[in-house]
């Protein structure tokens, strides 16, 4: 009883923080390339998350394995250097999930954190990694060669560091490599205003014309394959949910949570007000249903609503809000990867998300209830420059070469 209480203190702070979130403020938090202010470097702004089994991209990987994919860094310049901010933490939460229709619950049982050195003269970064599992904690510093943890800085050939941790092997990468997400955002900005009734109403453009906004950028990615045993504990789950936070270190040099992503488009794509988007950014999904947060979920049912009007089909918003909310990555690992790939009772997506996904057709097909694209891909319109990405690379970490 005492522990429980203990909890819902916990809990009840929590609430009262993001009550104090939801007043007008300077925005803390975003995602992809929604804005940057004076206290939020693109360092530490998150744009995408990928969960996938290895051999769902690569057939010769060995069966058992995981891939997450941390994105951050949005629009990073072509042959340019970026860096990992050395005064934050960017972390991958996972949660060992009994039944894969039961409602996320936000915890934390496995979280793998990544904290980086100032750069070298030669552009390396060495890394720290921390393994937190069930309470227990690991820290790596060096790969099972003995040598250090280090980023792979631009054209230089690719650093897979594979680092023992609770009595398991991960191979990791961090550095540059191409942006392989792909949205007409600015055009969907156009559409949602119209739907809303702060603009004419508009459709998109068609794929001759469709602009693909991370076209020729970078990102700052951290990639980890990850041994399913490892995730599982002995607990023998076969499905996680898998979120990630960046935490920046304040000036008393405690870290706060700064940045939170799970499945696409969510937060940035449904949440207008820039106080709420760094609300929703600042708290774990254990919250998204709070009565805290019902301002938040407001805006976003508001948005589903007009803009699930476009499309003819018959949407509910709460439904949809139910399938998408808590704001975790869900897979099973029993069945193939994808984003589309299953879902469950609830309608929640379920097979993770791998690179080349076509998530944003997913989630409008979702959103207006009828089948919807933006006429963007990963591979481009034959004839039109505005689109196109490189070939992902065939081995670990997969995504193509930084431009």
């Given at each position: 009883m005492k522990l429980k209480n203990t909890v819902r203190r916990s809990l009840l702070v929590l609430e009262v923080a993001l009550l104090a979130l939801l007043t007008p403020a300077i925005i803390g938090a975003s995602d992809h390339d929604d804005g940057e202010v004076d206290t939020k470097g693109r360092a530490v702004n998150l744009t995408d998350l990928y969960v996938f089994r290895e051999q769902d991209q690569n057939g010769g990987a060995a069966q058992g394995d995981l891939v997450f994919i941390m994105n951050s860094n949005p629009r990073s310049l072509a042959r340019y250097q970026y860096y990992f901010s050395p005064n934050a933490l960017y972390q991958f939460h996972v949660t060992q999930v009994g039944d894969v229709n039961s409602t996320p619950t936000g915890q934390g049982d496995v979280i793998l954190r990544f904290a980086f050195t100032p750069p070298n003269?030669?552009?390396?970064?060495?890394?720290?990694?921390?393994?937190?599992?069930?309470?227990?904690?690991?820290?790596?510093?060096?790969?099972?060669?003995?040598?250090?943890?280090?980023?792979?800085?631009?054209?230089?050939?690719?650093?897979?560091?594979?680092?023992?941790?609770?009595?398991?092997?991960?191979?990791?990468?961090?550095?540059?490599?191409?942006?392989?997400?792909?949205?007409?955002?600015?055009?969907?900005?156009?559409?949602?205003?119209?739907?809303?009734?702060?603009?004419?109403?508009?459709?998109?453009?068609?794929?001759?014309?469709?602009?693909?906004?991370?076209?020729?950028?970078?990102?700052?990615?951290?990639?980890?394959?990850?041994?399913?045993?490892?995730?599982?504990?002995?607990t023998g789950a076969n499905t996680f949910d898998v979120w990630t936070t960046i935490s920046v270190k304040d000036a008393v040099g405690n870290f706060k949570q700064f940045e939170r992503l799970a499945r696409p488009a969510i937060n940035e794509g449904l949440?207008?007000?820039?106080?709420?988007?760094?609300?929703?950014?600042?708290?774990?999904?254990?919250?998204?249903?709070?009565?805290?947060?019902?301002?938040?979920?407001?805006?976003?049912?508001?948005?589903?609503?007009?803009?699930?009007?476009?499309?003819?089909?018959?949407?509910?918003?709460?439904?949809?809000?139910?399938?998408?909310l808590p704001d975790v990555m869900r897979i099973?690992?029993?069945?193939?990867?994808?984003?589309?790939?299953?879902?469950?009772?609830?309608?929640?997506?379920?097979?993770?998300?791998?690179?080349?996904?076509?998530?944003?057709?997913?989630?409008?097909?979702?959103?207006?209830?009828?089948?919807?694209?933006?006429?963007?891909?990963?591979?481009?319109?034959?004839?039109?420059?505005?689109?196109?990405?490189?070939?992902?690379?065939?081995?670990?970490?997969?995504?193509?070469?930084?431009?």
């Amino acid at each position: 009883m005492k522990l429980k209480n203990t909890v819902r203190r916990s809990l009840l702070v929590l609430e009262v923080a993001l009550l104090a979130l939801l007043t007008p403020a300077i925005i803390g938090a975003s995602d992809h390339d929604d804005g940057e202010v004076d206290t939020k470097g693109r360092a530490v702004n998150l744009t995408d998350l990928y969960v996938f089994r290895e051999q769902d991209q690569n057939g010769g990987a060995a069966q058992g394995d995981l891939v997450f994919i941390m994105n951050s860094n949005p629009r990073s310049l072509a042959r340019y250097q970026y860096y990992f901010s050395p005064n934050a933490l960017y972390q991958f939460h996972v949660t060992q999930v009994g039944d894969v229709n039961s409602t996320p619950t936000g915890q934390g049982d496995v979280i793998l954190r990544f904290a980086f050195t100032p750069p070298n003269e030669r552009g390396l970064q060495a890394l720290t990694i921390t393994a937190i599992r069930n309470g227990a904690t690991t820290t790596a510093t060096t790969t099972i060669n003995g040598g250090p943890i280090v980023t792979t800085p631009l054209n230089n050939n690719t650093i897979a560091n594979t680092v023992s941790l609770g009595g398991s092997n991960l191979t990791v990468f961090a550095g540059l490599r191409e942006d392989p997400f792909f949205f007409d955002v600015e055009q969907f900005f156009r559409v949602r205003a119209g739907a809303l009734g702060g603009g004419p109403k508009v459709g998109f453009r068609e794929p001759n014309q469709a602009v693909d906004f991370t076209k020729g950028y970078n990102v700052n990615t951290i990639a980890v394959r990850v041994p399913k045993a490892f995730l599982q504990g002995g607990t023998g789950a076969n499905t996680f949910d898998v979120w990630t936070t960046i935490s920046v270190k304040d000036a008393v040099g405690n870290f706060k949570q700064f940045e939170r992503l799970a499945r696409p488009a969510i937060n940035e794509g449904l949440i207008l007000t820039p106080a709420f988007l760094e609300a929703f950014n600042s708290i774990p999904p254990r919250l998204d249903f709070s009565d805290a947060a019902a301002p938040v979920r407001q805006e976003a049912l508001a948005t589903i609503k007009a803009v699930g009007q476009l499309g003819g089909g018959v949407v509910d918003p709460n439904a949809i809000a139910t399938a998408f909310l808590p704001d975790v990555m869900r897979i099973d690992t029993t069945k193939p990867s994808g984003y589309a790939s299953a879902t469950n009772a609830q309608g929640s997506l379920i097979g993770g998300r791998k690179i080349t996904d076509d998530v944003i057709d997913i989630t409008l097909s979702a959103l207006v209830g009828a089948p919807t694209s933006d006429n963007v891909s990963y591979e481009g319109t034959p004839g039109n420059p505005a689109q196109g990405h490189h070939p992902l690379e065939s081995n670990f970490p997969y995504l193509a070469q930084p431009n």
